[in-house]
């Protein structure tokens, strides 16, 4: 089923920002990892294996329509922060980014009458909803505790459900 040029090269590029997400939260896992916060190193772990399955998911789809599959040059991660609040909101601040490009990707399918890429995204769709419900509501318990309290944040992702 052919799928136009131009679909499959959004589709590759936005396979590149999922595969960056991946590496982003690899690289904030290990920021909470040397700042001796084990749950929040799990939770940013569990996040970047989400993040490259939603990488793959696009990489599979787009070798079922014919490709190709071009995988972009990827930018490297912010490894460093000042503060868990600035490492959070950067990651918010990232599905935000996600979910308008998403968005994009959608009209775009859209406007060639791409009904197959349309189904397709709508999973991405709802699932950036989910993400931005969990960050959203992970910067506001980072900020109700406080740098000095890290372990109470610990405690509430340690509570959350490990479908993450
Ligand atoms: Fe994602
Ligand atoms: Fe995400």
């Not at 991946?22 to 970047?48: C, I």
């Not at 599959?69 to 930018?75: D, K, Q």
């Amino acid at each position: 089923m052919p799928v136009e040029k131009s679909v499959v090269e959004a589709l590759n590029v936005h396979m590149g920002r999922e595969f960056e997400a991946h590496l982003q939260y690899l690289s904030v896992s290990s920021w909470f990892d040397a700042e001796g916060l084990p749950e929040l190193t799990k939770f940013f772990a569990a996040q970047a294996a989400e993040e490259h399955m939603h990488a793959t998911k696009i990489l599979t789809y787009v070798q079922d329509v014919g490709g190709p599959v071009v995988i972009p040059a990827l930018a490297a991660p912010k490894a460093s922060f000042e503060s868990a609040e600035e490492a959070v909101a950067g990651c918010l601040e990232w599905e935000e980014n996600i979910t308008a490009h998403i968005h994009a990707l959608v009209d775009l399918a859209t406007s060639k009458n791409d009904h197959a890429t349309q189904v397709f995204l709508q999973w991405y769709v709802t699932e950036q909803v989910e993400e931005i419900a969990t960050m959203s509501e992970l910067l506001q318990v980072t900020r109700r505790a406080g740098e000095s309290n890290l372990l109470l944040l610990e405690d509430y992702v340690a509570r959350l459900a490990p479908a993450a």
